[in-house]
């Protein structure tokens, strides 16, 4: 089996998990690559202060997109708050596999959307 | 010309490394040793100062400098006092933006770029058109990669079209745009032009002359030279009028207190030191590629296009963006595979040891307008062969294996 392009990993990549749009939402984020111009948006529904729904939508490489499939499945039923909590070691150790340097934004993109959608805050993962 | 690129290779350190196959001469080429060992040799034995110490050393590395500054004006047909060399294409389009544009665009008027340009040819206009309240227009692209020129005479004849901005080579798409035409139309109504000839310049044998842009840029770092240099050719008259970009050393004849007067061209443009090795190494680079013929240059790209064009469709699903008509665009081709985003395909070539750029190429106005977020691409250049296209295809194959496909 390919050491990066996994099988959990293409699998998500073609059939990824929430993705789509919710309407209506709480909250939403946009954001994209400036690398390779890929974007990504979520909506989020809100329910007891946790994320009760999730949805991603956007196009990207396998690594971006099996990343916000992944975690999108994780994210749903945690506390809003937690989120912000959640940075780039976790985001890599989800998917599972090694990121070199040139793929680390593809794997921190949606992790970045969900942080922007819950805190606002738009900075790269870290 | 197929023996040739096999004899030229060797000429290239780079390409020793085991199993490299570099596609990717449309971001920077490679550098043949001629060129490495003449900034060498400045460095060792001709580095000082230039223009203004009186010593041999001095002198010398001068006329190293200026001489590069003459072969590389001969090189594109073209005069050395209205050569100006900079940082690169991006810095030069800036300067003529900055300089010519904040004093000749303002209010209500446009300035016409297409939708195939690299960033470089659009951002310094819209920061220009910002900050002037002048509006930034674009000239489509059809189906085939080709500049909608209706639209174009349709902007010149609302007559509000100060300057045209056009790329002579897609660094996308691969299209060669008419640049003569689009300079005979833009000047029937009064407004000048900017070529962008960054994948021009390597691949072409140029006549600005017979072009007859107003101003003509390229960059060193894509025609075989050094990164950190590259060139604006312009009109006397112009240059003679337009404000300095930068100030400082060099660019001036006199300094007073208050104000400055300017030094003749072409170093009115050229504050502070030189980049004098680079513009040695750029000197180099002409010469090598001279040596070859730029006739043969063309007609090597020319060929691994066809071949190119011929062999990647073999791959299942694969779209080739572009004129279908190799006689009709440069050694540059994007292409998209269903099921793969170019980013892996990037990947999966470059474990292979094929080297092919994905991404948005610094043109995402373009990118939208096909639909796509990102391609691969593979662009040529004298040191690649038929074989080197042939291990494309077959990275190409292997990725959709790993892909399941």
Known sequence: MDALYRDYILDHYKRPRNFGTLDPHDLEWHDHNPLCGDELGVHIVVEDGKVAELRFHGQGCAISQASASISSEELIGMPVGDVSKLDADWAIDQLGIEISPTRRKCALLSLKVMRGATTGDASWPE | ??????????????????????????????????????????????????????????????????????????????????????????????????????????????????????????????????????????????????????????????????????????????????????????????????VDGSQAAPQLSLDLRAIDADFYVWTGHKALGPTGIGVLHGRAELLEQMRPFLGGGHMISRVDDQTSTWNELPWKFEAGTSEIAEAVGLGAAVDYLSAIGMDSVRAHERELTAYALERMPEIDGLTVFGPPDPERRGGVISFAMPGIHPH?????????????????HCAQPLMRDMGVPATARASFHVYNSRYDIDRLVDALAKAREVFEL
């Open chain 2, 1 to 194: 010309m197929s023996a040739t690129a096999v004899d030229v290779r060797a000429d290239f350190p780079v390409l020793d490394r085991e199993g490299l196959v570099y596609l990717d001469s449309a971001a920077t080429s490679q550098k043949p040793h001629q060129v490495i060992e003449a900034m060498d040799d400045y460095y060792r034995n001709s580095n000082a100062p230039i223009h203004r110490s009186v010593y041999p050393l001095a002198a010398e590395a001068t006329e190293l400098f200026e001489g590069a500054r003459e072969r590389v004006a001969r090189f594109v047909g073209w005069d050395a006092r209205t050569t100006i060399f900079t940082r690169n294409a991006t810095e030069a389009i800036n300067l003529v933006a900055y300089a010519w544009g904040r004093e000749n665009v303002g209010q209500g008027d446009e300035v016409l770029i297409t939708r195939m340009e690299h960033h470089s040819n659009i951002v310094p206009w819209q920061l220009l058109c910002q900050e002037r309240g002048a509006r930034l227009r674009y000239v489509s692209v059809d189906r085939d990669g080709e500049l909608a020129m209706d639209e174009l005479d349709e902007a010149l004849g609302e007559g509000r079209v100060k300057l045209v901005g056009v790329a002579h080579i897609s660094n996308v798409l691969g299209t060669l745009n008419p640049v003569e035409d689009v300079v005979r139309r833009a000047r029937a109504v009064g407004a000048l032009t900017l």
């Open chain 2, 344 to 360: 892996d395909i990037g990947e999966l070539c470059g474990r292979e040891g094929v080297c092919v750029r994905a991404g948005h």
